[in-house]
């Protein structure tokens, strides 16, 4: 079957062909099929991968599977639980039903992060402009969703909220473009730049606090398949109110950094180590701190600017 | 000319900081440690095995040293202050002010000198309870005050010469007199204590939480069904410490577990 | 490792067997073997190479790598080396080829 964009189909024909486990999410270098009964799930993924590309065929041969239900019977009507089901061992915490949007992304996430290998991936999002690519690598609450919604805006297209997704062979980073993950203020912050359309509903009370996503945009989408140099590495630091900062960082520090989020580094071996190196080869690699967006949206610029690319 | 003798000479100089950062313990190699395996195979239900003893000491600053050394603990329950000394300067590891969280925290000593015997309460690994908060560990453990940076001893080069640490914290009940250490070894954060008794006891001041050989620890157990984190226990003790280790070192630099824990927290920040 | 042991063999660390690339002040190191990437310093790097030009024992390490360095025996003591050495051999980049004459 041809590919469509999942805004093209009636909303009851995607909860249909989830419930059969016959939707396939055809997005950047990974196909997922994926299955869930739940209709918050069909919902969610209408609105926020209505530009992507599915195909509805159950014979199809796809790089992985996931489910996102209830993780028993039982829980399908009391009190009632969700959970992703990559299709390995994975004791993930259920949550709560009305946090299927959750499950679906945090399950999305492990089926690439756990068994991709074609690929070495680390742990940062990713834009780019004239496929030049600035990585955004941080801790949790450093603020690189949101530098990376806030770069969106300023004219840069999105590869990955989550993963550089970096070849073996060469030094280019694959897009990934799903939704940005929101947390906390930050969902107010991006909600205000990108308008009320681009943002989800908001998810209360998950484990990470407040959660929303951004939706890729449909450029986003339409570049799924066109891969950037990386040119800058930056690691942001959000503390409210504080003046923009910028400290350059050495190369081999950023690389040990960078590693140590990777989840298939040491699997991938080396091929990764070789790409890895290559891509440091030309990348420049910063700190930087600030105390709003608009701040961190210019540094970022600025350093951009500074690499010619 | 100049430029290159400068050059060779800041060469020989890097050399030398170098060497003398090797001498203080300082590993010369690193090994990068992706969450990599522990992930792909396990990921959120990871545990890790403690295969020998590990003990864990903590001030009422809530500083806490880890190391595999031992502390006599007299009948009534008051710890010996020369082990203690002696277990602070061949720590492992030692973690900052605010690195334990209040509940393991003991009460300072007063003033006025050492406390006799008696008590401080029981030391059932059980009775301490945190969280339910619904924030993530780090957040709760930022809530508690904590400071990042610490000190790894793990590499140390335990046959250098010299005797015990020096001690001017003057929070050290019942010292009998100290012995500077002057070596300036990185590791030392000047305050630990030193007794050259070795027969003084303190009921204060220090928690001492032991963890045997072969234990297990597996960190969802202490995550309830919402995702909170619920610290209890000595093993919660440890895990806290792993994530403080975690968010200032990276994976890296051998504490034990840290793997595991990274992959965890890494699929939080990914959820 | 006992110091008898270290006098009966000689080291080697077989370029073949790992891909290097300088970045900066560090060198970052890829084992074939053990699939691990290590990051070197300037001394640990010397160190390596010394045992990659030829094998060489643990005595004749201690002997010459202070000059290596350029520096004095006082700063650069035998148990440093032996460590360094230590770490060399815990992470599988030297390997004993055979027993001294």
């Known amino acids: ?309 | ?271 | 490792m006992s110091s008898s042991v270290e006098k009966e063999w000689l080291w080697f660390a077989d370029q073949s067997l790992f891909s290097v690339r300088e970045m900066g002040e560090v060198t970052y190191i890829y084992s074939l073997r053990s699939g691990n990437t290590h990051v070197f310093n300037a001394v640990s790097m010397a160190m390596l190479q010394y045992f990659v030009a030829a094998p060489r024992g643990v005595d004749e390490l201690i002997a010459h790598f202070p000059d290596l360095m350029g520096v004095t025996r006082e700063e650069c003591p035998r148990g440093v080396i032996r460590r360094i050495f230590g770490e060399l051999d815990d992470a599988g980049l030297v390997q004993p080829v055979e027993k001294r004459a």
């Open chain 1, 1 to 309: 079957m041809t590919a469509v964009r999942v805004g093209t189909l009636a909303t009851r024909r995607v909860g249909a062909a989830l419930a059969a486990g016959r939707l396939n999410l055809h997005l950047g270098p990974f196909s997922t099929a994926l299955q869930s009964h739940s209709a918050k799930v069909t919902r969610y993924f209408c609105d926020l991968y209505r530009d992507c590309l599915v195909t509805l065929n159950e014979d199809e041969i796809v790089d992985y599977t996931l489910r996102v239900g209830a993780p028993n019977l039982l829980r399908r009507f009391v009190r009632p639980q969700i959970v992703p089901d990559p299709g390995f061992h994975f004791p993930a915490l259920p949550l709560p039903a009305h946090m299927a949007p959750l499950a679906l992304e945090m399950g999305m996430n492990l089926t690439a992060a756990l068994q991709c290998f074609r690929f070495v991936m680390f742990h940062a999002g990713v834009v780019a402009k004239n496929d030049n690519a600035v990585m955004i690598a941080a801790h949790s609450g450093g603020g690189k969703s949101t530098l990376t919604a806030a770069m969106m805006e300023a004219g840069y297209r999105l590869l990955s909220d989550e993963f550089a997704i970096l070849h073996r062979s060469r030094p280019v980073l694959q897009p990934y473009p799903r939704p940005v993950s929101l947390k906390n203020a930050s969902i107010d912050v991006v909600q205000a730049f990108a308008g009320n359309d681009a943002v989800s509903t908001r998810l209360e009370g998950t484990p990470k606090g407040t959660i929303a996503y951004r939706r890729a945009r449909r450029a986003d989408v339409e570049a799924m398949n066109q891969v950037a140099v990386p040119k800058l590495l930056i690691f942001p630091h959000f503390t409210d109110g504080r003046q923009p900062g910028v400290t350059q960082v050495e190369p081999a520090d950023a690389a040990m950094r960078l590693v140590a989020g990777s989840p298939n580094y040491q699997v991938v071996g080396e091929a990764a180590f070789e790409s890895t190196m290559a891509m440091f080869d030309s990348l420049a690699c910063y700190e930087i701190s600030y105390g709003n967006t608009e701040d961190s949206v210019r540094l970022v610029e600025d350093l951009f600017q500074e690499t010619g690319a």
């Open chain 2, 1 to 271: 000319m100049d430029k290159k003798s400068n050059q060779t000479h800041d060469f020989l100089e890097r050399r030398r900081q170098l060497l003398k950062m090797g001498a203080a313990g300082m590993p010369m190699i690193l090994t990068l440690k992706a969450s990599a395996n522990q992930s792909v195979h396990s990921a959120l239900d990871c545990s890790f095995k403690i295969t020998s003893a590990v003990n864990l000491l903590v001030n009422h600053e809530g500083k806490v040293w880890v190391g595999d050394g031992s502390i006599r603990q007299h009948s009534d329950g008051r710890l010996n202050t020369a082990d203690i000394a002696s277990f602070k300067s061949d720590a492992d590891f030692a973690f900052p002010s605010g690195s334990a969280p209040d509940g393991y925290v003991p009460s300072e000593c007063p003033d006025d000198g050492c406390s006799g015997g008696g008590g401080d309460g029981d030391w059932d690994d059980d009775d301490w309870y945190f969280g339910g908060s619904g924030k993530d560990l780090l957040e709760q453990l930022e809530e508690s005050g904590s400071v990042v940076a610490f000190t790894n001893n793990k590499n140390k080069n335990k046959n250098k010469g010299g005797g015990s640490g020096g001690d001017d914290d003057d929070d050290d009940c019942g010292s009998g007199g100290s012995h500077g250490d002057d070596d300036d070894d990185y590791w030392d954060d000047d305050d630990g204590g030193s007794s050259s008794s070795g027969s003084e006891w303190t009921d204060c001041g220090y928690n001492f939480y032991q963890i045997s050989a072969n234990t297990t620890i597996t960190p969802l157990e202490y995550m309830n069904s919402s995702g909170d984190w619920q610290i209890s226990g000595t093993k919660g003790l440890y895990i806290v410490l792993g994530a403080k280790y975690l968010d200032y070192y990276g994976n890296d630099g051998g504490f034990p577990g840290i793997s595991c824990l990274h992959s965890i927290l890494t699929y939080l920040e990914t959820a």
